[in-house]
């Protein structure tokens, strides 16, 4: 694991009272209740309920108090926030982290193609190449697993990522693993079956499939862990 931070955060913890919506929480931070935003549109349900403590960090303006940057299961502070995880794997790509990756590349974020938005685009000679990031956030057994609820916005990235790759540009999908207690990934085929078939699919066209691990500290850092999770599909 790096010890340079990716991300650092000035926590508190709280305890969740509801799930107001999608993206927002009530919660109590000794006797004071407070709204919290949570940008992570998942299901969330064996991280995000009432008694669970998360990970928060005051707001200085908007319409909540706070924002909810991980939960606490089981003693580990898990990383739920994905435009975070988007930042910091930004920061991983500038640094030349990865191995697999191509280095020497000009990487930006928040590209389109046929009305469809990717996390990161970049440039090679073989023409424009994609970037997917995709939060797997539940853990069972070591395992980490995405989706936690069916995603056709998920199912259209990768059906238009393997067309790209079978015309020649680089593309990749990349599970961002943050539980402490997983060292591994695979889809969730009880979840949403048609994501493993339209992922063994994708492949099969070239695109590539990557696992990498960022960890949230107690102290607020997000810590760049393993970067080549094993994938299983």
Same mark, same amino acid.
């Given at each position: ?9 000035? +926590? ?13 929480? +009530? ?17 969330? @349900? ?39 995880? /988007? ?5 991983? +790509?500038? @640094? ?43 853990? @069972? ?10 995603? /056709?916005?998920?199912? @259209?990235?990768?059906?238009? +990522? ?41 492949? /099969? ?29």
């Amino acid at each position: 694991m790096t010890s340079s931070a990716l991300a650092e955060f000035d +926590l508190f913890t709280a305890k969740v009272l509801q799930r107001d919506s999608r993206v927002t929480i +009530l919660a109590s931070g000794g006797a004071n209740e407070f709204r919290a935003h949570l940008r992570n549109t998942g299901r969330l @349900e064996d991280l995000i309920y009432p008694g669970v403590t998360v990970a928060c960090e005051w707001k200085k303006s908007g319409k909540t108090d706070a924002r909810v940057i991980g939960a606490v299961d089981g003693g580990s502070y898990v990383l739920l926030d994905t435009f975070v995880q /988007e930042k910091a794997f930004g920061e991983v +790509l500038e @640094e030349g982290n990865l191995d697999w990756f191509p280095s020497e590349v000009e990487v930006e974020g928040q590209v389109s193609f046929q009305g469809k938005r990717f996390d990161f685009g970049f440039s090679t000679k073989k023409g424009m190449g994609y970037i997917e990031l995709k939060s797997a956030v539940t853990c @069972e057994n070591g395992w980490a697993s995405y989706p936690d609820a069916p995603s /056709e916005r998920g199912i @259209e990235h990768v059906d238009l +990522l393997g067309k790209l790759s079978s015309e020649g540009h680089p593309a990749y999908v990349i599970f961002i693993v943050t539980h402490p207690d997983c060292d591994r990934f695979r889809p969730n085929g009880e979840v949403q079956p048609e994501m493993v078939s339209k992922l063994k699919c994708a492949r /099969e066209m070239g695109v590539k499939l990557f696992g990498i691990k960022m960890v949230l500290t107690e102290s607020g850092k997000v810590l760049l862990g393993e970067t080549d999770v094993p994938v299983s599909l």
